[in-house]
Structures are given as C-alpha cells and as structure tokens.
C-alpha cells in the first residue's frame, strides 16, 4: 500500500505527455531489443534481469546514440526501474532534457516500475536545469522531501545545480545550508551561484570557509570575480594559489591569461607562458587561444602571430584560434591585416563560423570600409550562416558605422534573432545621425515588442536626446530607467545627461545636475561641459571645469586643447599663449587632425596643409578654385574659429586646408560626378567646415557623408541631417 501510494504521489508530478517513439535501427538494435525484451518478461523479471536490461540500454545510450537505445526499449512490453533509470540518465547525460522529461512523465503515467529512485531523480533535475524549468525541479524537490527519500550527495547535488542554472541561486544557497554531507562539488556550485547572483562578498566568504577547495573552486572563484568586475580581487586569489601551491590545470592557465590581458599585465602573460612551455600545455586549443589573446590586448601582435605560426604548422586549423587572431587585429586599430587574415583563412580551408565574421564585419566597422563590409554580409548570405543576435548586431553597427543608416535598418528587419543586442545597436545608429525623434520611435516599438531595455540601451536613448537637443524627453528617460527598469544611473548614463544639458546651452543645469548627483569626482563630465563652454563662449564654467581636471589630476591634452581654443575664440590671446606655455611644459600635445576616405580598396588620409599626397599639387588646385565658388554663392570663412593671433588672410588659409577639406577635394576628383562621398574624421568637424561642406554639396551636387569623433552628417543640397546642432 504504502508502495502504491508513493507511486501515486509521483504520478501528480508531470502530467504524462503523447508516449515517444522512434524508428528502428538496424544492425545491433534487433537483437539489443530481444535481450531487454526477455529481461523484462514477467517469468524472468527477478533483479539479475532488470540490471541486465539497464546494463543493455545504458550501454545503447552510450555507443549507439539515445535513438537506438529509445527504439529497443520501446519495443519491450514492460519496463523495469534500471531500464527507466537508463534511458533517463541517458537523456540527462546527453543532453536531450525535453525527451528525458516526457520519459519521466511516461513513467509516471503507467510505466509500471517502482517509484523513482535517486538515480531516475538525479537526472530528471538534470534535465531540468538544462531545461530551465524551475517549476517542475521545484516539484520533484518537494516530492523528495515528503516522500523521504533518502538524499545522498550526489542527489542533493542534483538540486542545488537545478536552481544556480535556473537563476533561484536564494533556493540553492538555503538547499545548500540544510545538506547533512556536502562535498567539494556541492561547494562549488554554491560559489558558482553566489558569484552569478553578483554576491561577491557571500562568495569569498564561502570560498574561505570551505573545507574542500580543488582546482575547480579556484577557478570558479577567480574567474567569477573578473566577471564580476573585480580583477584586483581576482589577481590576489591567483596570487594566494600561488603560494598555496596548487598546481594549474588549462582551465586555470586560460583564466590567468584572460585576467593578465584584461589588467595589460604582459610580464604576468609572460611568467604564466613560461609555466605553460614547461607544463607542456602549450598545444592545448583553448590554453593556445587564450595565451594569443593575452599578448593581443596588451598590444603584441607580432608574438601572438608567432604563437599562432607555430600552433598551425602542428595542429590544424582549430576555427578558435583564427578567431583570435582576427579579434586581435581588430582590437589593435590594424583592421586592415584583420581582413587580411581573415581571407588567408578562406585560402587554407577554414570554415568562416558567426564568431569570426562578427570580428570580421567589426573590422569594417572601425575602418568604415562599407564596400568590404558588403561583401561580409553578401558572404554570411551566400554561405547560409545563421544571423544570431550577435552577427546580426555587428552588420547593423557596420553598415551604420560606414554611413549608412538606411542599410543598418534593412539588415535589423532581416535578423531572425533580436534580443536585446540588435535593438541596442540600431538606438546607438540614430543617436549617432543625431536621429532623436527615431530613436525614441524605436524604443517605443521596442517596448511593444516586450523586449526589456538595458543599461547600453538607456545610455543610446539618452545620447539620441543629447544629440537632438530633446532635453525634456532625456529627462523623462532619465527618470523612467531608474522607475520602471530599475537601472541604476552609471557614469554614462550621467555624462549623457550633462551633455544634453550642455549642448542645449542649458550650463547652469549642467553645473547643478554634476553637484546634485555627486559625481564631481567623475573627470568625464567635466570635460563635457568643458566642451560645452567651448560651443557656447562661457568662460566662467570653462575655468571651473578645467581647474576641476587639474584637481583631479585628469587635464589630458584635449581638455588643454579646449581650454586654449576657448581663450583664443575669446580673443584672450595672452591667456591662450601661456596655456599653450604649459601644454609644452607638461610635454602635451594636441592630437593632430586626421581625415580619410576609401577608394579602391586603398585608404587616403590627409592631414591640414599636408603636402605628402602623390596628387596634392592637384587637389590644392581644385580646392582653390571651389573655395572661391563657394564664395560666390554666399559662404563667409569662419575666422573668428582660428586659434591663433594671424592676420585674417592667414586665418583664411588655415581654416581653407582643413583634413576633411582636403579629402572631399580628392575624392571629387578622384570619382565619376554625382557619386556620394564618405569621409572619416579622428576629431570632430569643426563649426567652418560643417558650414562649407554644406555649401560644397549644393556646389558639386554631391551627397556627402562626413563621420567625425561623435556622429555622422549627410550633407546633401545644402543642407546637413543634424540641422545644425551637433
């Protein structure tokens, strides 16, 4: 009776799904079905037959495949519990959760085998942390408790994974505290789950309490801290470990040189290779992948291709590794050779996976080299790639990055997967052409659609008010991310808010809404309204905001450069020569500016008043000739913009040779008429240029795309898609 009732008390478990079923196989199927047929005959149905019939399927699972062992055990007309534990565990094991979850609930539903025990348990959780269905582990957790099944580790175990994969990591952690054994896997899981919670301090707590550390606690521990954002904390426990003496695995030597990478330590990167050469780890795919990467982000380049030479002569072509290499071109600025790696990998046979052509496309992106990035996306098309959330996400960001919005919004209507990712990346896209109105349109569409928005998100919808001047819409995204989102405000988030307040003109909010939220200790926001006193004259803020860098110890060579150009719009030219006194006496420098355009698979950048192009006899002959139409239509030089105390003929010329300038006049003559121009800047477009490209436009009657530090400008007929406010 008492049998009986716990079979029904399981029963209520699942509701018992269609029975499955599969094709027979061929071969060993045949005959593996008659063993387990006649192993569970009721005339041969003692315990010595039932392990045999387990023993068949489990070793089915294991060398034949899940299907194969699924189709002898279909054709049995009875079921014994090991065959059911078998075919369970088997799923769990494999993977295939949704099938071992119907298994169970067949069993339940008539099976006609003993109530489960604690194997058949063990992979149900199993099946249900992959599954992330916590209501059904919840349920089989509290059969468990009633029915008094006897909880070994292994079991107990079972339940704590079940809830950390569900996210319940509360439910974990107090399963944890009421375990009567516990042993080092049940410890780390708990770690595990403390650190995805972002219970950083519970989780060194836990770490130092536990008796049972192995070499998975100490990478549970480090890597979870990096995760986390706490690398210092990361690189003591690497450090203690050292001095425990325990010996690295290649999980260990992975982590430790993602954490010298991310820190820039390169003599930590270098120890730690040494220790990999003497271990012989060095062949390890994923120990090789991480060392590449290492010397990447800190900027060795020539060593990770040497590591990569070597690797490739002895291994294979291990599609990670190539990866690697072309993250790390990309990473460096040289997008270029990123290219070029990538097409050496078509050459050698390697197959292009989402992973690689999302570094490829970024490349692109950074260059803003569209007709390569165009043939990326037409190669993700013709191979028949996924577009995942992430690939997709890269292709919108290049072709936006490349000039081209409308493109950008194409391939976000083709993406099969959006979550949060390409939604993310087409608000950045507005807010970059200064597309408030848009942007806003889209978040709301985005909320209709019921994908939740975050930090980055909020971030791009704000930066699309700053760059629109939409200041009572940023204020009301301002309050609805903390109210109904529940972000916390980051730096980003505040210096978009200081920008909007700047660039509407609105400095004495900018100034109060800094003090107010406490964050002058925070050197980017004050380099913005430091920018802002620049766009709008305002000496007052300008030396509030500057003496504030210098007490902060952050007055880089831009906010020295602002302050001096400040002064000379001022016409405070006295003031302006002693900062620039001080700017040499600190060895600052202004960064130069810098414009290019793509032509021909060949990059063309041009420096003010640079005579090195092959052709700059010819385009200062064009220039001249244009400069003086723009004249004649109306177009007045912007002399008051000259930093320096010239003659106003002088401070023609200067402002006459500007980079982009010079790189429209190249790519004028370099182009059939009528072809749009997209050209890059490394600083933003100054006020006298903005306003001649306009009139150039109408002059050549060319749309001209100009991508300067903060945004683009379409420029067409006259006129520019930012309306002035940039």
Known sequence: MARAARNGAAAALLSPPPSFSSPSSAGLLPRARDLVGRATEPALSGTPRERVCGSVLAYLVKARGFHDARGAFDGTPARSLPAWTAIISGCARGGRHADGMRAFAQMLGGGGAAAPNAFVLAGVLRCCAGLGDVESGRRVHGWMLRSGVRQDVVLCNAVLDMYAKCGHHDRARRAFRVMAEKDAVSWNIVLSACLQSEDVLGAMRLFDQSPLRDISSWNTIISGLMRNGCAAEALDRLQQMVRDGVVFDHYTYSTAFALAGMLLLLDLGRQLHGRVVISALEDDTFVCCSLMDM????????????????????????????????????????????????????????????????????????????????????????????????????????????????????????????????????????????????????????????????????????????????????????????????????????????????????????????????????????????????????????????????????????????????????????????????????????????????????????????????????????????????????????????????????????????????????????????????????????????????????????????????????????????????
């Open 295 to 726: 010397y990447c982000k800190c900027g060795e380049m020539e060593t990770a291709l040497s590591i990569f030479d070597r690797w490739s002569r002895s291994t294979g072509d291990e599609k990670f590794v190539w990866s690697t290499m072309v993250a790390g071109y990309v990473q460096n600025g040289r997008e270029e050779e990123a290219l070029e790696f990538f097409r050496r990998m078509l050459r050698e046979g390697v197959t292009a996976e989402p992973f690689v052509l999302t570094s490829v496309a970024a490349a692109c992106a950074h260059a803003g080299m569209v007709e390569q990035g165009r043939q990326v996306h037409g190669f993700v098309e013709k191979m028949g790639c996924r577009f995942d959330a992430p690939l997709a996400s890269a292709i919108i960001d290049m072709y936006s990055k490349c000039g081209s919005l409308e493109d950008a919004c194409r391939m976000f209507d083709k993406a099969q997967a959006k979550n949060v990712a390409p939604w993310t990346t087409m608000l950045c896209s507005y807010a970059s052409y200064g597309q408030g109105r848009e942007a806003i349109e889209f978040f709301n569409r985005m909320k209709v659609e019921k994908i939740t928005p975050n930090e980055i998100t909020l971030v791009a919808v704000l930066s699309s008010c700053s760059h629109s001047g939409l200041v009572s819409e940023g204020d009301h995204y301002f309050k609805l991310m903390q109210e109904e989102y529940g972000i916390v405000p980051s730096t980003e988030h505040y210096n978009c808010m200081v920008d909007l307040y700047g660039r509407a003109g609105l400095l004495d909010k900018a100034k109060n809404f800094i003090e107010e939220n406490n964050i002058s200790h925070e050197a980017i926001v004050w380099k913005t309204l430091l920018s802002a006193c620049r766009l709008h004259k305002h000496m007052e803020y300008a030396k509030l905001a500057s003496g504030k860098l210098v007490q902060l110890g952050q007055c880089d060579d831009g906010s020295y450069a602002l302050m001096s150009n400040i002064y000379a719009t001022n016409s405070k030219w006295l003031d302006a020569l002693k900062l620039r006194s001080s700017m040499q006496e600190r060895k600052a420098r202004k960064q130069p500016g810098q414009s290019w355009i793509h032509l021909k698979n060949a990059v063309h950048t041009f420096i003010a008043g640079d005579m090195a192009h092959p052709r700059s006899a010819e385009i200062y002959a064009y220039l001249e000739k244009l400069m003086e139409r723009l004249k004649e239509m109306g177009y007045t030089s912007r002399t008051d913009l000259v930093v320096h105390d010239v003659e106003e003929e002088q401070k023609e010329t200067t402002l006459k040779f500007h980079s982009e300038r010079l790189a429209i006049a190249f790519g004028i003559i370099s182009t059939p008429i009528g072809m749009p121009l997209r050209i890059f800047k490394n600083l933003r477009v100054c006020e006298d240029c903005h306003e001649a490209i306009k009139y150039i436009s109408r002059a050549v009657n060319r749309e001209i795309v100009v991508r300067d530090l903060h945004r683009f400008h379409h420029f067409k007929s006259g006129r520019c898609s930012c309306e002035d406010f940039w």
